[in-house]
């Protein structure tokens, strides 16, 4: 088990980094509001988890612990695999999915693309006794991260990441784009949540 990976960051994808450790580069996933913290050259901490599949190994990164563990929590509710797992990281905090958890607001849930009403109302029964209550009153960091540059590749290829067509992504960014720019910091994981409502809405 890998832990976490600890070194500089040697490259950036609009879904994924390479943290160069000890020589070697390390590919982790990460969610568009992890990878806006990461900055090409800069030393990188992520905790990490691994996939392992009968084809592939998957690195998957976070910010913190927390995330990770609610990362590995949400897999075990029936049908999550980790792609799905993260689009709930991508889409709300750990804190967030706890207080949602913890009200049964299926609303929150059925934001995150790939859950419908009653897929949310299955999960929140399944996850009721295993995630536990909310750390605090916040929204969590994850969803106030800033994006100082490049904040619509990133929302683009988020969207392309959570399976929706390069022309919803497209549609989805344009939507958005009035409130990044009123924004001095647009905050991709605020953005995000605000194109996936209009999704929501068109669908």
């Not at 706890?98 to 859950?115: F, Q, S, W």
């Not at 009653?118 to 209550?133: F, M, N, P, S």
């Not at 605020?190 to 996936?196: D, I, N, T, V």
């Amino acid at each position: 088990m890998i832990a976490f990976v600890s070194g500089p960051v040697a490259a950036l994808a609009p879904d994924a980094a390479v943290v160069e450790v000890g020589g070697v580069g390390m590919a982790v996933q990460c969610t568009p509001n992890t990878l806006s913290t990461l900055r090409l050259g800069q030393q990188a901490k992520l905790a990490t988890s691994l996939v392992v599949r009968e084809d592939s190994l998957t690195l998957y990164g976070f910010a913190d612990d927390d995330e990770r563990q609610t990362f590995e929590l949400l897999q075990t509710a029936s049908g999550v695999g980790p792609r799905l797992a993260q689009a709930m990281l991508a889409v709300h905090s750990p804190d967030a999915l706890r207080r949602a958890v913890a009200t049964g607001d299926e609303k929150a849930l059925t934001a995150v693309p790939g859950i419908g009403k009653k897929g949310a109302q299955k999960l929140l029964l399944e996850y009721k006794d295993r995630l536990g209550e909310p750390l605090g009153t916040g929204g969590g960091p994850a969803i106030g991260t800033p994006v100082t540059s490049g904040w619509s590749d990133q929302l683009h290829a988020a969207l392309i990441g959570l399976g929706y067509a390069t022309r919803e992504a497209d549609e989805a960014v344009a939507a958005v784009t009035p409130q990044a720019e009123a924004s001095e910091k647009p905050q991709v994981g605020q953005l995000l949540k605000a194109a996936l409502q209009t999704l929501n809405r068109t669908r």
